[in-house]
């Protein structure tokens, strides 16, 4: 079973380094992201008593794992149509180590990207310290599997990349806006406020400024936010074993 | 068919039945297949094939009748089956941006084989497949026949007892067939079972089974399915088949089709028709020709109607596919 995960891991990772496009996109979209972002509220808006540059730092670490999450499970949906994953259904490889090994491919590639954008912490005045960075990681990869899960299980349902984009924006970008990722939720209204606290991305992303930035106003507790996100996690990678298991008619096309 | 196996069947397949919502696409599908045999399926588009190809090949689950593989009920040991089975399918399968090599790489890693086992196992499919200068090229930049073989390559990897092939070779050169089916040959005791919309392969099977709306019309050895149909198969175009249909059989008594516009006569010495049928009638006959039967008249015969191939058969897809 761990070769195959590690087949399926490996080619997720070999096919993005060689397609430049996709890897210069990937890196430098979130890159774009926190400087306009940064700049333009550099001034106006410090949440917590932090620069702006610094508060969405860590947001924008949680929304490369995001975005990088969706792209690299819409191959799941491209691999169908290509005849690949028909090839992987009648091998002798367990379903689940389908899931795990897409899974696991598309969160390295998010941990990779997010390791990349942490080389520019000193500019937004983010702590590098060894014993953050290395916590970072571990939530960072939580996270990357959670968020990969999820996209993994929803492409899996789904025939065609453009609904699967559709469905995508409709529900993660209001998860990743509603987490804290972007502005804090604490004054927000009632609603919305109650919302964040059932929203999964909320406890990824506060573990990551615990890790990154310490105790922040408004966001659970470290402990709190951890057990979140591996549950985060766990629940969706079994939601992607669960989903790949079946088998139907709709595994004919 | 009894759908019992003995030591020498390689799948024994009883009153296979299968839809797709409302769509009865199997029905009443019995046939069993020798080991080390080429077994083909014959049929025009919907006629099931492909549908039979993906119950076989574990894609579907059954959902009525009996099939054993390699002496594994394909109903409850389908993880067993995959084991030991390759599969080509009619869409390429290869990773057009991974190499050739690395296509073989992860299709052994998937099939089990790892570090130098499978390294020498990638070497041996690359040499029997002509592909060893091309080994490290990408999949996308090879012709259609080439990235065929490396899909051959890659299901035989694991060596299996049995491969499938659900139209492999459509769209393929006469060459690029012919060097996809040498490679098969070469694997000594290999079964083959492979589905198929082309006359001239379909007569190679040692078995042919040919498919019509999802039931089995005619099953034998390609050449006694064409000598039931007799010796001679006389086609005559005209502008008016039905009146001459008549007057032909009235004329010299033998047996007139007319199918799709087109008299047809069959038997052992029709050609001994032609001289006095044109002495005759030859002024009405537009084109004449005499041929020996094909599989086509085979079909012909037994669903009344002529094999037309459209486009590639895609099964249907019904509500949103629940899994």
């Known amino acids: 079973m761990m070769r195959a995960v590690r087949a399926l891991w490996q080619r997720e990772v070999v096919r993005f380094l060689r397609d430049r496009p996709r890897l210069v996109g990937s890196l430098l979209q979130p890159i774009v992201f926190w400087v306009l972002f940064s700049g333009a509220l550099h001034g106006s808006f410090k949440p917590g008593g932090m620069d702006y540059g610094q508060y969405f730092f860590v947001g924008t670490l949680a929304m490369i794992t995001l975005f990088t999450a969706i792209f690299a499970t819409i191959t799941v949906i491209e691999d ?19 899931a795990l090994g897409k899974i696991l491919g598309g969160a390295t590639l998010g941990m990779l990207l ?31 599997v959670a968020v990969t899960g999820l996209g993994f299980a929803l492409a899996w349902v789904m025939d065609s990349t453009a609904a699967y984009h559709g469905i995508m924006m409709l529900f993660l970008m209001p998860m990743l806006l509603l987490s804290g990722a972007f502005f804090p939720m604490e004054t927000a209204h009632p609603l919305l406020s109650w919302v964040r606290f059932v929203n999964p991305m909320t406890y990824g992303v506060g573990a990551l400024r615990h890790a990154f930035q310490g105790e922040v106003a408004g966001v659970p507790s470290f402990p709190v936010c951890l057990l979140g996100t591996v549950a985060f996690a766990v629940l969706t990678f079994l939601l992607g074993s669960f989903v790949v298991t079946r088998r139907s008619v709709r595994d004919a096309a | 068919m009894t759908g019992q196996t003995n030591a020498t069947s390689a799948i024994t397949a009883a009153d296979l039945a299968f839809t797709y919502g409302e769509r009865q696409a199997l029905q009443d599908v019995s046939f069993e297949v020798m080991l ?15 549908t039979l190809f993906k119950l076989l090949s574990t894609i579907v689950p059954l959902q009525r009748g009996r099939v054993s593989m390699l002496g594994l009920d ?48 990638i070497d041996q499919i690359l040499a029997a497949a002509e592909l060893a200068d091309r080994a490290r090229d990408l999949t996308g930049e ?4 080439m990235r065929r073989r490396v899909e051959i390559g890659k299901c035989l990897l694991a060596k299996p007892d049995l491969v499938l092939l659900d139209e492999a070779s459509t769209g393929l050169d006469p060459k690029a067939r012919r060097d996809m089916w040498a490679l098969l040959r070469a694997q000594a005791g290999l079964t083959v079972v492979f589905t198929t919309h082309l ?32 010796g001679q198969v006389l086609e005559i175009e005209t502008p008016e088949a039905p009146v001459l249909a008549g007057e032909l059989k009235a004329a010299f008594g033998v047996a007139v089709q007319v ?40 079909f012909l015969r037994k669903t009344g109607k002529r094999f037309v191939v459209a486009e590639p058969e895609v099964p249907a897809k019904h509500g949103r596919g629940r899994r």
Do not use: C, W
């Open chain 2, 199 to 230: 006359m001239d392969e379909a007569v190679e099977a040692h078995s042919l089974v040919l498919l019509d709306q999802g039931r089995i019309v005619a099953a034998g050895r390609p050449a006694a399915l064409m000598r039931e149909v007799g």
């Open chain 2, 259 to 298: 199918v799709d516009g087109t008299l047809r006569i069959e038997g052992q010495v029709v050609h001994e028709l032609v001289p006095k049928l044109m002495q005759r009638f030859g002024e009405r006959v537009q084109r004449l020709q005499l041929a020996h039967p094909s599989l086509q008249d085979v």
């Open chain 2, 142 to 145: 090879l012709s259609g026949g």
């Open chain 2, 74 to 121: 394909l109903a409850t040991q389908a993880a067993a089956i995959r084991r030991r089975i390759g599969v080509v399918f009619q869409s390429p399968a290869v990773d057009k941006k991974l190499t050739v090599r690395e296509n073989l790489h992860y299709a052994g890693l998937l099939l089990g084989l790892a570090g130098r086992e499978l390294g020498a196992r």
């Open chain 1, 114 to 144: 997010a390791m990349l954008f942490l080389l520019m912490a000193p500019l937004a005045g983010v702590s590098l310290a060894p014993e953050r960075v290395l916590l970072g990681l571990g939530v960072l990869a939580l996270l990357a």
């Open chain 2, 36 to 50: 080390g045999q080429a077994y083909g399926f014959l049929g025009p588009n919907g006629s099931g094939k492909s």
């Open chain 1, 80 to 98: 169908r149509k290509e005849g690949f994953l028909q090839g992987v259904l009648v091998s002798p490889v367990p379903r689940s180590a389908i």
